[in-house]
């Protein structure tokens, strides 16, 4: 792996800074609110109208061709510049890569560039009360509408990350009770202002309402609402778990920035902090470093054609844990001031202990690292 950048990978980067730190909003409130979700659609239209929303999509979708290392160039120097967490992350980080392996051209088309410009918003609706860790036991149901084409929708589900603000849903339904349980599972994309479909949005512990459950009644759509084939959902599902673990849901360049804000935070109040602490903040350091280079040398395999596959969990594990650690010495150094959410420290450290949960929880990335990347029995 060549570890320099070239002149057009430091040129992007002067690009990428300059337009970043002249327009990044400061002091947005939470995009898991209402009021902050809009306000975050505005910026985030704002980027998609200067083509910066998408780089790595061609530019007939609104992007720029930019080579994975660009992205994470971009990646960087948005969360160095300030940026904050894209409310539109859903579509464009998990879907997006899902749709553009396997949908059709129509799908692309029709899709895509809607995506980009936060005009349609999407949300995952994979969890139900009865399904998260073992999400092949999901029960919602789609049945073959032999009267009128399509399918008939009907099932529940839940934690679904900003569904009371989003447009459309892309779920997991079993179309076939009789496949054994991973084959009888489709992917469908579901407007969520289709008849029979009711939206109930529902608060987190940090008081945020960023949460939905979605309950499904016969809902009809058509055909070109699958995307891959019937009954292989749960293939096209892995490739949006990888997508989420591995590389675009959560790239270096925001741990780097709040590892950054962690150094800077030690040196106006960590003069007199013990030894224990600074070493926990050079670690951190370290850890977020670490994160970064491992991503280059992934990012170099893959553009040499290298699948992430089941080795995108070990990089979920490390980014959630780092995530945890960092705000973790945070709160140490600020003590009790961290009650008053210093610089959202506290609400940074809230929404970290959710990291080893969503994505699929870290025990079962621990599974998965088991048996699969290490080629360990599974009893
Ligand atoms: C902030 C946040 C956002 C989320 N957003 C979404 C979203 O947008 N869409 C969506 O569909 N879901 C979302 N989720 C749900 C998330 O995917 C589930 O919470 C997660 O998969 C765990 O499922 P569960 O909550 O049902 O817990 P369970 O599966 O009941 O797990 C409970 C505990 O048992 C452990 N456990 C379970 N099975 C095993 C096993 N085989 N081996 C070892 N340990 C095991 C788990 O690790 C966990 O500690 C979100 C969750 C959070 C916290």
Redesign the pocket.
């Known amino acids: 792996m060549d570890l320099t950048f070239s002149d057009a990978e430091d040129a992007f980067r002067a690009e990428c800074r300059a337009w970043l730190e002249a327009n990044v909003p400061r002091g947005l409130p939470s995009g898991d609110t209402a009021e902050g979700f809009a306000l975050h659609l505005d910026w985030e239209r704002a980027l998609f109208d200067s083509r910066w929303a998408v780089v790595s999509w061609p530019e007939a979708y609104g992007g720029r061709d930019a080579t994975p290392m660009e992205w994470l160039i971009f990646e960087e120097e948005y969360y160095r510049a300030g940026g904050p967490q894209r409310v539109t992350q859903?579509g464009i980080f998990l879907l997006a890569p899902t749709v553009f392996a396997f949908g059709t051209q129509e799908q692309r088309d029709r899709i895509l560039p809607r995506m980009a410009g936060a005009v349609d918003l999407w949300?995952?609706?994979?969890?139900?009360?009865?399904?998260?860790?073992?999400?092949a036991g999901i029960q919602s149901k789609a049945v073959r509408d032999e009267s009128e084409g399509g399918w008939r929708l009907s099932g529940q589900?839940?934690?679904?990350?900003?569904?009371a603000f989003c447009t459309h849903l892309f779920?997991l339904f079993r179309s076939d009770p009789e496949a054994e349980r991973h084959h009888g599972l489709t992917y469908f994309l579901v407007p969520l202002d289709a008849p029979g479909i009711t939206v109930r949005g529902f608060g987190?512990l940090d008081g945020d309402e960023?949460?939905a459950e979605v309950f499904f009644d016969d809902v009809a759509v058509g055909d070109d609402a699958v995307l891959g084939e019937v009954g292989k959902g749960w293939s096209v599902a892995m490739a949006t778990t990888s997508a989420e673990r591995g590389l675009t849901l959560r790239s270096p360049g925001r741990f780097m920035a709040t590892a950054r804000r962690l150094v800077d935070l030690f040196g106006a109040r960590g003069s007199h902090a013990d030894p224990v602490i600074r070493d926990a903040v050079v670690r951190a350091w370290i850890d977020a470093e670490a994160y970064r280079w491992q991503t280059f040398q992934t990012v170099t395999r893959m553009t040499d054609g290298d699948n992430l596959g089941a080795e995108s969990s070990l990089t979920k594990v490390f980014w959630s844990d780092l995530d945890v650690r960092l705000h973790e010495v945070a709160l140490e150094l600020l003590g009790a001031d961290a009650e008053a959410d210093v610089e959202g420290w506290a609400k940074g450290y809230q929404?970290a202990l959710?990291g080893p949960?969503?994505?699929?929880?870290?025990?079962?990335q621990?599974?998965v690292i088991a048996e699969r990347v290490l080629g360990l029995p599974r009893k």
Request: glycine share 16%.
């Open positions: 859903n949300c995952q609706g994979w969890s139900e009360p009865n399904a998260g860790s073992d999400l589900k839940t934690w679904t990350t900003r569904g779920g987190r960023g949460f929404f959710s949960i969503y994505a699929g929880t870290n025990e079962i621990r599974n």
